[in-house]
């Protein structure tokens, strides 16, 4: 019945606009489907968060702008390689971690906080 005329056009379906019709009511009747928002992204220093990479956990040093979960992870890694405790004493000492430089080192500076130094016996 929808075979092509002889002329090589496909034949006009009466109830092709009835079926766009009804399709169009009810997609515009569909209850209002709650569609996940994206998560907001923190800044530490907005929550008044300040982190010790000493001490700091894998999903806490991702907070820190420009680190993310890779450079955390290799934080972490730097951490536990070193014998000196604590291996970080000033934002500086990030930057013997690999992909982390004096640009991401000032960026994360302002959230960080450091263990004080050991005290010496006399």
Do not use: W
């Amino acid at each position: 019945m929808n075979a092509p005329a002889a002329t090589g056009k496909p034949r006009h379906r009466p109830d092709h606009g009835i079926r766009l019709a009804l399709l169009a009511l009810y997609l515009l009747t569909l209850p209002q489907l709650p569609f996940a928002e994206p998560a907001p992204t923190v800044n530490p220093g907005q929550a008044g968060l300040r982190i010790n990479p000493n001490h700091a956990l894998l999903h806490e040093l991702a907070l820190l702008p420009g680190i993310g979960p890779v450079r955390a992870q290799r934080i972490i890694t730097f951490r536990q390689d070193q014998d000196a405790s604590p291996v970080f004493r000033s934002a500086n000492d990030l930057a013997a971690v690999h992909g982390i430089g004096p640009a991401t080192v000032a960026r994360i500076s302002p959230f960080l906080c450091f263990d004080p130094p050991p005290q010496r016996q006399p």
